[in-house]
């Protein structure tokens, strides 16, 4: 079993051998979190790698990975348990044809851990060989606040109680990432339970460094133009800035068409992989991809200009 590393360095380090470039500031909160066993709130805009923190934890321990996908009007028998009624049914019958009366017993035996289905919650309180699981639940501001409600048994003691069983405990916690796009305010209550970090986007020089690992193949002059211009992007006044995952897909999409550097007609044609909404595509396509074209050209010049 591999364990959490002991220092905010080496935690740095062990990001980034599943190739998640993180900050100190990142590095510590994640550290924190699995030396003193508390959930970890990622909040941030979408496309910024909440998520991906999760899945590179998982990888680079070993350990399994357990998501929650959170949505409007998530439950508890699709998140924690449910009977499996139909098999519940099936020993009832069973139980007829061989003569049992005894109500008590028998209710006793249907309603036994043989008859649970796990959901994801659950499964995450189980003990394994590799160490405890990392329990993703994904983007938490979707479901409703009942069930958001419902986590803090959870999340105080690593406990789950079922009516007809009793309370069940993890041996170990469970390493908890949860993420949210601050779609709608998660309650305090929650939030005290977990060390928060808000994931903001990358600055130009780490994001760089993203796409020389994520997009390996794409020429680095590209990728510093690229990088500029969604750089420029996210201080326009935009319905959906650009995320770190945008980036990516539209260095590789460039590269895929045999682009080696930007023009406008570039920009224009493929504007639909980095924006994702009409009106952002039709504010930027033209004469204003052009504009910030020329400044990154320009301020590329007078940068080469003052080194000689």
């Known amino acids: 079993m591999i364990k959490p590393t002991h220092s905010v360095e080496s935690t740095v380090e062990l990001l980034s051998k599943g190739n998640y470039i993180a900050d100190r500031s990142l590095g510590t909160a994640v550290h924190l979190a699995l030396e003193l066993k508390r959930p970890l709130f990622l909040e941030g805009e979408a496309g910024v790698g909440k998520t991906e923190i999760a899945k590179v934890l998982a990888n680079t321990l070993g350990r399994k990975l357990v998501r929650l996908q959170c949505y409007e009007g998530l439950d508890v028998s699709s998140a924690v348990y449910e009977w499996n009624y139909s098999t519940q049914m099936i020993e009832i019958r069973m139980a007829e044809a061989r003569g049992v009366k005894d109500r008590e017993s028998l209710s006793k035996d249907i309603f036994s851990e043989r008859f649970l289905v796990k959901r994801p919650l659950m499964q995450a309180l189980e003990a394994s060989p590799n160490g405890p699981p990392v329990l993703l639940i994904d983007e938490l501001d979707r479901t409703d606040e009942p069930f958001e409600a419902y986590l803090l048994e959870v999340l105080s003691d690593f406990q789950i109680t079922i009516p007809e069983i009793g309370t069940i405990t993890a041996e170990e916690p469970p390493i908890v990432i ?64 650009p995320g770190i995952a945008e980036t990516i897909d539209w260095a590789s999409a460039l590269n895929q068409l045999d682009i080696i550097e930007l023009t406008p007609e570039a920009i224009d044609d493929t504007l639909g992989v980095l924006l994702k909404y009409q009106d952002d595509i039709a504010q930027i396509r033209g004469s204003e991809a052009a504009v910030i074209l020329d400044q990154i050209k320009n301020e590329v010049a007078a940068t080469q200009l003052a080194a000689s």
């Open 178 to 241: 949860i993420t949210s796009n601050r779609t709608r305010e998660i309650h305090d209550a929650l939030k005290r339970r977990c060390f928060y970090y808000w994931v903001d986007y990358p600055d130009a020089d780490r994001e760089l460094e993203i796409l020389k690992i994520k997009a390996p193949s794409v020429d680095i002059k590209l990728s510093q133009q690229v990088v500029d211009f969604v750089q420029r992007l996210r201080d326009m006044d935009l319905f959906k800035l």
